[in-house]
């Protein structure tokens, strides 16, 4: 058995069971085989795939892990929520309030700005919930890419504005858990401008001869700092000139 197998077993049976597990750097030599193993778990799962997420978008956690570029995710159907939260589905959640971008084309060959930039059907402000089978959250660029971007669920707003109604990079943001403000931030927090966080992921997932298709939803990465979650908590995030998204986590008791 290889590194890979071993990392895609300990992660799968943390999945399974609802018990985090040791730290998968153990097991694999750098983040192609981090992206092996997250494709190995990803084709285990049954559900559609609805689209990605970026991840490491801000420079602080870049810096914290040791790293100089994004990471991404894949968004499976069954991870989108409406209102509610599934406490009982995560192990140890955070949240963090992020930009989502509806895709009108596939994004392949020569790619820029502005091509990515025609490709946005509509921007919509989305919670996502990070989760990590990795027990304590110690990670490294290598555990959470295998980890799928360490993803979990994620839930979008009502609000739909074309980019012509609305500048991703020029937003800012206000986190509340119940009324009190856990998380402010920025568009320009998000690797600059999330439209070029979408720029490189959509090169990124072309070289990976995977590209980004229409009708897929990305998820920008955070615009500010993430929080953990607790059952019973609400969540609501407000995204200046595109909306509010709020999410509550059910109470197990």
Do not use: H
């Not at 955070?222 to 998204?245: R, Y």
């Amino acid at each position: 058995m290889t590194g890979v197998d071993e990392a895609v077993d300990r992660l799968a049976d943390a999945a399974l069971t609802g018990r985090p597990c040791r730290p998968v750097r153990d097991l694999i030599t750098d983040v192609a085989d981090a992206y092996e193993v997250q494709r190995r778990l990803n084709a285990r799962r049954t559900a559609p795939v609805t689209g990605r997420k970026i991840g490491l978008t801000s420079p602080a956690v870049q810096q914290q892990l040791g790293v100089d570029q994004p990471d991404f995710g894949v968004l499976f159907a069954d991870m989108e929520v409406t209102g509610t939260a599934p406490a009982g589905r995560l192990l140890q959640p955070k949240v963090e309030a992020e930009i989502a971008f509806m895709l009108s084309c596939d994004l392949s060959g020569d790619l820029d700005l502005a091509a990515v930039r025609a490709a946005v059907e509509y921007a919509v402000p989305a919670l996502e919930i990070v989760d990590s089978r990795i027990a304590g959250w110690d990670i490294t660029i290598t555990d959470t890419v295998a980890d799928n971007a360490s993803s979990g669920l994620y839930a979008l707003g009502s609000e739909r504005l074309p980019l012509s109604a609305f500048e991703p990079v020029e937003t800012t943001m206000r986190m509340y858990a119940g009324d009190q403000v856990v998380s402010q931030g920025s568009g320009a927090a998000c690797l600059g401008d999330p439209l070029t966080a979408l720029l490189w992921l959509a090169r990124t997932a072309r070289d990976f001869g995977d590209p980004l298709r229409a009708g897929q939803v990305i998820l920008s990465g955070a615009l500010g700092p993430m929080v953990p979650v607790s059952p019973g908590l609400t969540v609501k995030a407000d995204i200046s000139g595109l909306g509010t998204v709020a999410v509550t986590f059910e109470d197990n008791a």
